[in-house]
């Protein structure tokens, strides 16, 4: 499709298939690259097509439906387990545990972000793309918490030295919230909260403290904490409190 018959009304493509929940923009985007995505059977070679709908649309030969609402599923991930759809070593994925865990009309959704595969704890689930974008991205500063058991002598007074950031081998992290939880021994629980997430960004901060992690949980991400949902399982999140956050998160404000 030559741009000069490009449309110039409605939004990209990229954009309202994020918000019909096929993929991350960034995703569609390298979709619309290796040649997945038509507009009345002609496959698209660029993203920059704006359409006011996705009526003739089709991703993989297959019609695209109207965006669904919005849902938010929190999902307990258990250590051991990718964050990813397939991988090539064979390892498991949480695709494996999802598909007992969600309910039967989920449909497809997207992880919010990644744990690592020793990691532990919530992970967020939806169906809209956009969400996911706004969500992940770090200026909008939404706030992730995490739980660290970590091995070694810290003090209270070092961890409140990261509330001004950090830099490490040249990367800077941002304003983190650390607090020391009550205990003795060389093994200590601390509770971590912070709104950039970077790659492994609680064990690198605790290491670069002369700690060593055993253990790590996303206890919380936005508003959203894991409770006690059990390891393993999922519950949607309540569509009100989710309709919330998405207004937030559009007005730009940080919970």
């Known amino acids: 499709m030559a741009d000069k018959r490009l449309p110039e009304e409605g939004d990209r493509i990229a954009k309202l298939l994020a918000r019909a929940g096929v993929a991350s923009r960034r995703e569609v985007e390298r979709m619309i690259a290796d040649g997945r995505v038509a507009i009345g059977g002609k496959v698209l070679d660029t993203p920059a097509v704006k359409l006011t709908s996705l009526n003739g649309v089709t991703v993989d030969g297959k019609p695209v439906g109207k965006p669904e609402e919005t849902r938010l599923f929190a999902f307990h991930k258990p250590a051991g387990m990718l964050t990813t759809e397939h991988d090539p070593k064979g390892r498991t994925t949480i695709y494996a545990a999802l598909r007992n865990a969600l309910p039967n009309d989920a449909g497809r959704v997207m992880p919010v972000g990644r744990l690592d595969y020793n990691t532990e704890g919530l992970l967020l689930l939806t169906n809209d793309g956009e969400m996911k974008r706004a969500m992940e991205l770090p200026s909008s500063g939404v706030p992730r918490t995490y739980r660290a058991r970590a091995f070694g002598d810290v003090t209270q007074a070092q961890l409140d030295e990261l509330i001004e950031g950090v830099e490490i081998d040249g990367i800077r992290y ?8 009550r205990g ?8 971590l909260t912070l709104r950039e997430g970077k790659n492994r960004e609680v064990r690198r901060v605790l290491e670069h403290l002369g700690l060593e992690v055993n253990r790590l949980l996303r206890i919380g991400y936005g508003p959203f904490h ?30």
Do not use: Y
Not at 184 to 191: F, L, Q, V
């Open 174 to 181: 941002g304003r983190i919230e650390a607090n020391l939880e």
């Open 226 to 255: 894991i409770g006690d949902l059990p390891r393993g399982q999922a519950t949607e999140l309540k569509r009100g409190d989710v309709i919330g956050f998405k207004r937030e998160l559009a007005r730009g404000g940080r919970e």
């Open 184 to 191: 003795s021994g060389r093994n200590r629980w601390i509770e």
